[in-house]
């Protein structure tokens, strides 16, 4: 039976809500562990569909999984397959992340090739690229892509055409392992990009530079078990912030800090936000009015393209105008004729869209169209008047733990309901 959120908007949240682990930290962080036939063990890793699924993806190649509340230890000591299944990856794209482990320790790495995404085309052609770059024979058959190196991987100095988060992590992992040297220019800087480093040399590896757009990976012959935190959902934590500021409201984040949002906090600060940082997180309200401010999303430390949604929604009800431009993804606007039913008076124009604030907006039924679109969503509703129903769930219970939880121990009135479908 499908699920919805009902959500009764107009109350102003206050309270605190602790951040969970980053989902797109813990996805690459698990895939770590086929790197080595020693256990991993990673700690506050959030229970949502995507870690799910990666758990899948693992357990498939024959990697065992312990799950203790928010702790994982993955063993891939009996790999027994090098094959990532449509079935899987057609669910989540970040599956193609085993490619990069499975044919540097193992030769051979067949995964399906992901297919069309709500948010564009998404190729993986760079992290084909950098692997043919590392002496993989990389080719497509029956729609799966199939990697190919039985004499192992070798370092290789390789510049990425377009900034990619996906193709630094594959590629950060295979040569961590390969022989030799690698050094990946033009890489993404994403503090999940540092959380994967941090995690492979506390495995014994040797990589330098995470963070910057240079990484520098001496390969080693092999790498050893470990324990790692991971590091907290930078865009959870975005998420609840704007929650905060388009109620007026006054919450506490916990379990997380502004140092991994750098440009949103600017953005929001010019909206009107008040950041007040604290040992564990940090507070958020408004000074006075939100007011339109315009973003344009880019690669971390730009705003990030996840919190556009969210940030949309914020302008939809403020004071003044904003003009937000979408550069990472070609097809991320699908939220807004959903924030339309809403009330929100936004015209799309190619990559941009001019958002003119409203006064008020009303609760209606309305539909997730991805994970962050789904967040945009709430965001709105909890700050129109009178009920809104928000259908296709699964997307949101792909990155948010425990959303309503969180949003009630605030005081927001939110429930999941059942319905038929
Ligand atoms: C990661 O996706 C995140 N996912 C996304 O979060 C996030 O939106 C995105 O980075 C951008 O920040 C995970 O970390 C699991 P990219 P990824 O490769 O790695 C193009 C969420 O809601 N490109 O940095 O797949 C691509 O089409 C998700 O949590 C190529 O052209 O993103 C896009 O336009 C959604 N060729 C741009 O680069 C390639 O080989 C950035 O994509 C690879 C990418």
């Known amino acids: 039976m499908p699920t919805i959120l009902k959500i009764q908007g107009g109350v102003s949240l206050k309270g605190t809500i602790e951040i969970s682990g980053a989902k797109n930290s813990a996805l690459p962080l698990m895939v770590a562990c086929l790197l080595t036939d020693k256990p991993l063990t990673?700690?506050?890793?959030?229970?949502?569909?995507?870690?799910?699924?990666?758990?899948?993806?693992?357990?498939?190649?024959?990697?065992?999984?312990?799950?203790?509340?928010?702790?994982?230890?993955?063993?891939?000591?009996?790999?027994?397959?090098?094959?990532?299944?449509?079935?899987?990856?057609?669910?989540?794209?970040?599956?193609?992340?085993?490619?990069?482990?499975?044919?540097?320790?193992?030769?051979?790495?067949?995964?399906?090739?992901?297919?069309?995404?709500?948010?564009?085309?998404?190729?993986?052609?760079?992290?084909?690229?950098?692997?043919?770059?590392?002496?993989?024979i990389c080719e497509l058959e029956e729609g799966y892509i199939v990697a190919k190196a039985p004499n192992g991987l070798h370092g290789a100095s390789f510049t990425m055409r377009v900034v990619s988060v996906g193709a630094t992590e594959n590629l950060m992992?295979?040569?961590?392992?390969?022989?030799?040297?690698?050094?990946?220019?033009?890489?993404?800087r994403e503090p999940e990009i540092i959380d994967l480093a941090n995690c492979l040399n506390a495995m014994g590896a040797n990589v330098q530079g995470a963070g910057t757009d240079t990484i520098t990976i001496e390969g080693v012959p092999s790498l050893h078990g470990a324990t790692h935190k991971v590091m907290p959902d930078r865009l959870e934590t975005g998420s609840y912030a704007i929650a905060s500021l388009i109620t007026g409201g006054d919450v506490t984040l916990t379990n997380t800090s502004l140092e991994y949002l750098p440009m949103v906090r600017e953005?929001?600060?010019?909206?009107?936000?008040?950041?007040?940082?604290?040992?564990?997180?940090f507070?958020?309200?408004?000074?006075?009015?939100?007011?339109?401010?315009?973003?344009?999303?880019?690669?971390?430390?730009?705003?990030?393209?996840d919190l556009q949604a969210p940030f949309m929604a914020l302008m939809g009800i403020c004071e003044g105008a904003s003009m937000i431009t979408e550069t990472i993804f070609e097809n991320r606007f699908m939220h807004v004729p959903e924030l339309a039913r809403m009330g929100m008076n936004i015209q799309v124009h190619g990559a941009s869209a001019m958002v003119r604030g409203v006064k008020n907006l009303s609760g209606a039924p309305v539909m997730a169209t991805d994970i962050r679109g789904g967040v945009g969503l709430v965001v709105a509703a909890l700050a129109a008047k009178g009920e809104t129903t928000i259908s296709r769930l699964y997307h949101l219970d792909r990155g948010y733990e425990n959303l309503e939880a969180k949003l009630q121990a605030c005081g927001a009135t939110v429930e999941r309901l059942k319905v038929d479908a």
Request: charged share 15%.
């Open 267 to 281: 953005t929001l600060e010019k909206a009107g936000a008040v950041f007040e940082e604290q040992a564990d997180g």
């Open 173 to 188: 992992l295979a040569a961590s392992i390969a022989k030799g040297q690698t050094i990946l220019r033009n890489a993404a």
């Open 283 to 305: 507070r958020v309200y408004q000074s006075g009015p939100v007011h339109g401010v315009d973003v344009m999303t880019e690669p971390y430390p730009g705003f990030a393209t």
């Open 42 to 136: 990673l700690t506050n890793v959030p229970n949502l569909a995507d870690i799910r699924t990666i758990t899948q993806v693992l357990e498939v190649l024959g990697v065992t999984a312990e799950v203790n509340g928010s702790t994982r230890t993955l063993n891939a000591a009996s790999i027994t397959s090098t094959t990532a299944p449509y079935d899987l990856v057609k669910t989540m794209r970040a599956s193609v992340l085993v490619l990069g482990p499975l044919v540097a320790r193992y030769g051979l790495a067949k995964v399906s090739l992901p297919g069309g995404c709500a948010l564009g085309a998404r190729a993986v052609d760079v992290h084909l690229e950098g692997l043919r770059a590392m002496g993989a």
